[in-house]
């Protein structure tokens, strides 16, 4: 059951600009984050998950994957310049747990503690399943009711006896046989692959191209059905 600080907390987060809320318990992962971060951030037992949504018009545009315009637009609008509102958004919640008299470890919004993975020292994606704000879709993102994929995170490590959400069940069903969904080209990235792909984006300023054989850098190229979830994706949105 909610109490005091966790209404508190959640006023505090919408008041400087966040979308998404929601606190995780991180008993039933413990294994999974102690092997992704070690016992720094295994022996906390709440996550506050916080998201921002993407603005749309901008995402709808990187379907054009060969201009450079709508790469920089994403990169700066939709990456560069949420993750410091949300870093901002989990220093401050932070500083007001600790003035509660609670640890807080606020994890960076797009930190990375492994550089030939990409991994950090937590998984965001994994705290906001847990609060209950999501899945993890077959892309690997999380996935909302409300905006699909189309969100950042950003996590604040915590012991304040929070009561956590419930873990939303996956809802993408079995590919090929979602009613209403679309047929799309795209790639999913094979082990390895990520450096590759940020290497190409930095230098070249575009997506790495889907190749016949094999794809960029262990890209994969599939076809995939990708439901049309209703308030997030409409006809509008013919490339994601």
Known sequence: MRNALDDRLRAEAMTLGADFFG???????????????????????????????MPSAIVDEIARHDDKTALIAYRSHSYEILNVRLNQIASRLASFLQREG??????????????ETMRGLFSHKLAAHLAGLGWIGKSCLLVTPQVGPRARWVSVLTDAPLAPGQPVEERCGVCGHLPG????????????????????????????????????????????????????????????
């Open 23 to 53: 606190v995780a318990d991180l008993a039933p992962a413990r294994d999974f984050i102690r092997e992704q971060g070690g016992e720094m951030v295994a022996c906390f037992s709440r996550a506050l998950s916080i998201g921002v949504r």
């Open 102 to 115: 609670y640890r807080a470890f606020p994890i960076a919004a797009a930190e990375r503690a492994d550089g």
């Open 181 to 240: 969904a679309r047929l799309h080209r795209t790639q999913f990235p094979r082990r390895g692959a990520a450096r590759g792909a940020l290497r190409h984006i930095q230098v070249r300023g575009q997506f790495p191209p889907a190749r016949a054989a094999g794809g960029f850098a262990g890209m994969r190229p599939v076809r995939v059905r990708m439901p049309v979830w209703e308030g997030y994706l409409t006809s509008s949105h013919k490339g994601l």
